[in-house]
Nanobody, 114 residues
Framework: VQLVESGGGLVQPGGSLRLSCAAS????????MSWHRQSPGKERYLVAF????????NYADSVKGRFTISRDNAKNTVYLQMNSLKPEDTAVYYC????????WGQGTQVTVSI
């Protein structure tokens, strides 16, 4: 199992970024996927989840209405579209494969700053 995140970077407040997580080594369409984030000195927590078929999603209250999780099962990729970014969104963002055993990517840094 391999999960590789990309798309992070430095963006100004109010800006947008789209994160991608490319998956390999398993049947992608069979597993729920999620994005999590972790800031220095804080615990990692769930930002958004999407079911295996993409028909069900849920979000942390802090990102509802600003972030959208989606997936392309033909491309084995899950996305996180982040709009109206705020400085408090600054964190390392990780994707996770759910299942009997969870798998994590290596993370991608998102920095929201002037």
């Amino acid at each position: 199992v391999q999960l590789v995140e990309s798309g992070g970077g430095l963006v100004q407040p109010g800006g947008s970024l789209r994160l991608s997580c490319a998956a390999s080594g398993f049947t992608f369409s069979s597993y729920g996927m999620s994005w999590h984030r972790q800031s220095p000195g804080k615990e990692r927590y769930l930002v958004a989840f999407i079911s295996s078929g993409g028909g069900s999603t849920n979000y942390a209250d802090s990102v509802k209405g600003r972030f959208t999780i989606s997936r392309d099962n033909a491309k084995n990729t899950v996305y996180l579209q982040m709009n109206s970014l705020k400085p408090e969104d600054t964190a390392v963002y990780y994707c996770k494969r759910h299942g009997i055993r969870d798998y994590w990517g290596q993370g991608t840094q998102v920095t929201v700053s002037i």
